[in-house]
C-alpha cells in the first residue's frame, strides 16, 4: 500500500501488512525486490535490504507469539539515498543481540542485520502494543 509520493510521482514511503506466518517471509522478499526496482536502487543495496528484511520477517513470525489475526507491518522509507526498512509486530519482547555458537540451530539473524546494516534498532510501538525492529542501509544514489 504506497504511502507518499514525490512531485515525479516516485513512491518514497511504501508499507505491507502481512499476516504472521511463513509464507510472508518470500512474499516480503518479493514486495521489496519490486520496490528497489521502481526506485532504482543498486544491486547491492538492494540484495542486502532483502536478506535484512527477511531476517527480520522471519524473527517476526517465529518469535512474535501473538494470537491468530495480528499482522506483521512492514515499512520501506527511502530518503535521500537512505532507506530504511522497519518491521512490526503485535509482541513486546524486544529482540537482544546475541553471539551465537557453531552448534547453535538459530541465533545469526540480528548479528547479520548490524553488521550488514548501517544502524539498526528496536523500540516498543507507540500505543504500547509490540515493537519495531529497524535498520537502515545508504547508497551514494539519489533516489
Partial sequence: MPKNRDDAGHIEDVEWHLPRHARSVGRARALLREQATAWK?????????????SELMTNAYRHAKVSPGHEIRT????????????????????PALREATPADDSGRGLPLVATLADEWGAERRAGGIGKTVWFTLRSGVQP
Fill in 41 to 53: 536502487l543498486p544491486d547491492e543495496m538492494a540484495e542486502t535490504a532483502v536478506l535484512l528484511l
Fill in 75 to 94: 515499512r520501506c522509507v527511502l530518503d535521500a539515498g537512505r532507506l530504511r526498512v522497519s518491521v512490526a509486530d503485535a509482541n513486546d519482547t524486544l
